[in-house]
């Protein structure tokens, strides 16, 4: 038994400017499954697939501006891509955004609505993971982090220091999830959260069971009668486990 993660779910004032936003900047394509949701995909995506990690766009009445733990990290392949795409994704009303990051060799900016992701300097590493290098999450703790979510999915760690740990699909495609230690006051990460999928013919409710026996809680967010199920990790960081596994 074991999970997928399948997409990064970001809420949104308006979730078809940002989801267009986000299909242009990765020359993806955009679809809907109701009002008030925008998905981002790659065109003739058969989702779901380890090859991506999608972006779901929900509509919110007024989403929190607080600072989060989770960013984007976006490949490029030599210094020309990155100053292109840089250069594209102002023109697509990204801003630069200032972190304290200092002089570093990868940019950082900001969507539309104010999330903050990076559009790294070529590093072989990220060569073929597609236009997302890495979904990356601050924490205090990167091991136990990753412990939980490689036992959580059926991600494996490919690389693993006291400050960063990298798990990848078992499959060794698409993008990693990483863990990066982050000193100071404690964030939160609700406006942005992960989505992971059972497998076809694995029970939603046994992977709830499995999943909080590895740590993690039940959490209410007011969702309702809906068809996922919120958790929160150790760190007390909220994802969701999608139903209709495939």
């Excluded at 993806?28 to 008030?36: A, D, F, L, T």
């Excluded at 300097?121 to 982090?145: F, K, L």
């Excluded at 036992?151 to 990693?176: C, E, F, M, N």
Aim: proline share 6%; with cysteine.
């Amino acid at each position: 038994m074991a999970t997928r993660l399948v997409q990064v779910n970001f809420k949104a004032r308006d979730d078809a400017a940002l989801g267009q936003f986000w299909a242009e900047a990765l020359g993806w394509g955009v679809s809907s499954e109701g009002p008030g949701v925008t998905n981002v995909e790659p065109v003739g995506f058969s989702w779901p697939d380890p090859a991506a990690v999608c972006i779901d766009v929900v509509s919110v009445a007024d989403p929190e501006t607080v600072k989060y733990r989770v960013h984007l990290d976006l490949a490029t392949t030599s210094a020309e891509h990155h100053a292109e795409w840089v250069a594209r994704l102002r023109e697509l009303g990204a801003t630069f955004a200032d972190i304290g990051q200092g002089d570093v060799p990868w940019t950082v900016m900001a969507d539309p609505e104010g999330n903050v992701f990076c559009v790294l300097e070529p590093r072989e590493i990220y060569r073929d993971t597609g236009p997302i290098a890495a979904v990356v999450v601050d924490c205090a703790n990167p091991g136990a982090m990753a412990q939980f979510w490689s036992h959580a999915t059926d991600w494996i760690v490919y690389d693993a220091t006291d400050d960063l740990v990298k798990l990848r699909s078992a499959q060794g495609v698409g993008p990693y999830l990483e863990f990066v230690r982050r000193e100071g006051e404690p964030t939160v990460w609700t406006r942005v959260h992960l989505d992971v999928l059972p497998y076809a013919g694995d029970d939603q409710a046994a992977e709830v069971a499995r999943i909080e026996a590895l740590g993690a809680t039940v959490a209410d967010v007011g969702q309702g009668d809906v068809s996922w199920k919120v958790m929160a990790d150790p760190e007390g960081n909220q994802f969701c486990i999608l139903g209709g596994g495939a």
